[in-house]
C-alpha cells in the first residue's frame, strides 16, 4: 500500500520569493514520486519525476525536487515563484513494479498556490 | 510529450440518464489506462484501470455497473456514468502510460441536473 500526504493544502508566497511545497510519502516498495501541476478546470501537467536515478531532480519551469529517503519526502521547491506559477500542485506516487502499475498514481490531497505580487 | 485526448470537455446532463466519456491516446498506444475521478476542492481519486481488450478492475467502493468502461482498442478507452445522479457530479480524468510515465487527458466536467 503506499500513501501521499501533503503538509499544507494552502501556500501564499511573494512573487520572487521562495516556493517550497511539502510532500511524504508511505510506499511498500520503491516508489515512483512525481509532481503535478494543475490550472483551473485542466488536467495535469508533470513538472518533474523520480525514478530511482539521482536524488536531486529538475523539472520545468524553475522547479525541482529532492528525493530523501531517510525522511520519506520528496518536497517540491522552485527559488523564486512568479505570478504564474498560482495553480494547484499535487504528490503522487506510483510503484516501482512496472508493467501495467505505471501511472497508476496515488495522490496527495494537493497545495494550493498563491502568488502575490 | 504523449499527448492523451479527453472529450467532451464539458458535460451537462439530466438526472437518468448516461453519458459517455472518451480517452484517446493519439500518438501512442496504450494497453492501460487509467480513470480519475476530482470532486471539488479534493484530490483525485483513482476509480478503475482500464485494459483493452478485457475486463477494467475498479477500486475499492467504485460501482462497476454505474461506471461502465470499454477499452476496445489500443487508443481508445470510454467510461460511461449510466443513470447519473447529482452525486456524480465531478471532474473525471483518464491517463495513459508510455514509458514509466502517466500523460493525463484534459478533464471532463460533469454535472448532472
Known amino acids: 500500500a503506499q500513501s501521499v500526504t501533503q503538509l499544507g493544502s494552502h501556500v501564499s508566497v511573494s512573487e520572487g520569493a521562495l516556493v517550497l511545497l511539502r510532500c511524504n510519502y508511505s510506499?511498500?516498495?520503491?516508489?515512483?514520486l512525481f509532481w503535478y501541476v494543475q490550472y483551473p478546470n485542466q488536467g495535469l501537467q508533470l513538472l518533474l519525476k523520480?525514478?530511482?536515478?539521482?536524488?536531486l531532480v529538475k523539472g520545468i519551469n524553475g522547479f525541482e525536487a529532492e528525493f530523501k529517503k531517510s525522511e520519506t519526502s520528496f518536497h517540491l521547491t522552485k527559488p523564486s515563484a512568479h505570478m504564474s506559477d498560482a495553480a494547484e500542485y499535487f504528490c503522487?506516487?506510483?510503484?516501482?513494479?512496472?508493467?501495467?502499475?505505471?501511472?497508476?498514481?496515488?495522490f496527495g490531497q494537493g497545495t494550493i498556490l498563491t502568488v502575490h505580487p | 510529450g504523449a499527448v492523451v485526448s479527453q472529450h467532451p470537455s464539458r458535460v451537462i446532463c439530466k438526472s437518468g440518464t448516461s453519458v459517455k466519456i472518451e480517452c484517446r491516446s493519439l500518438?501512442?498506444?496504450?494497453?492501460?489506462m487509467f480513470w480519475y475521478r476530482q470532486f471539488p476542492k479534493q484530490s483525485l481519486m483513482l476509480m478503475a484501470t482500464?485494459?483493452?481488450?478485457?475486463?477494467?478492475?475498479?477500486e475499492q467502493g467504485v460501482e462497476k455497473d454505474k461506471f461502465l468502461i470499454n477499452h476496445a482498442s489500443l487508443t481508445l478507452s470510454t467510461l460511461t456514468v449510466t443513470s447519473a445522479h447529482p452525486e456524480d457530479s465531478s471532474f473525471y480524468i483518464c491517463?495513459?502510460?508510455?514509458?514509466?510515465?502517466?500523460?493525463f487527458g484534459q478533464g471532463t466536467r460533469l454535472t448532472v441536473v
Open positions: 491517463s495513459a502510460s508510455r514509458s514509466g510515465e502517466a500523460f
Open positions: 510506499s511498500s516498495v520503491p516508489p515512483y
Open positions: 523520480y525514478t530511482s536515478a539521482a536524488t
Open positions: 503522487a506516487v506510483s510503484e516501482n513494479a512496472g508493467g501495467t502499475s505505471y501511472g497508476k498514481l496515488t
Open positions: 500518438d501512442f498506444q496504450a494497453t492501460t
Open positions: 482500464s485494459n483493452e481488450g478485457s475486463k477494467a478492475t475498479y
